[in-house]
């Protein structure tokens, strides 16, 4: 699977634990920063990282700020993207199945590394159910078309 992946300053410790777990999975994996912990503003790697999965060249993303909140929130400004904040492995695995996310935004504050290794094993291993599930997600979807302001 091909990852794109992001932070900001506060998510960069946690990103980078996260890429190389991914990369010794035998994932693909598109870093687009933040490269150090040296002040960033979180929504522009959002942007290419959501970019990345629109213009298909990467399958999912992954975006890590101190809570995972201004990421998700920045994330979810894309038509066409999907993305959920999450904290426990139970939600890695319902964001996926049953809203088809496609990228998963994580808080590096006080995540264990192993939890965070687990979360994303979860979220990329996940398939969506589809179902009552696509019923909805589809209605998302419509949303997104029908909102022309």
Do not use: W
């Not at 999907?82 to 994580?106: F, I, W």
Request: glycine share 8%; aromatic share 6%.
């Amino acid at each position: 699977m091909k990852l794109a992946i992001g932070s900001d300053h506060a998510g960069y410790s946690l990103k980078e634990i996260v890429k190389q777990h991914l990369i010794s999975s035998g994932h693909e994996v598109i870093d687009h920063g933040a490269y150090d912990s040296s002040s960033v503003d979180y929504p522009d790697y959002a942007k290419r990282v959501c970019e990345s999965i629109l213009d298909m060249e990467a399958d999912q993303g992954i975006l890590i700020c101190y809570t995972g909140i201004g990421m998700s929130i920045a994330a979810n400004k894309f038509k066409g993207i999907r993305a959920g904040n999450v904290g426990d492995v139970e939600s890695a695995y319902l964001t996926r199945a049953h809203n088809n996310t496609n990228v998963l935004c994580m808080g590096a504050r006080k995540m264990p590394e192993q939890l965070a290794c687990d979360i994303v094993n979860t979220f990329i291993r996940t398939e969506f159910e589809g179902g009552r599930h696509e019923r909805r997600v589809n209605k998302i979807i419509e949303m997104e078309k029908e909102d022309s302001r």
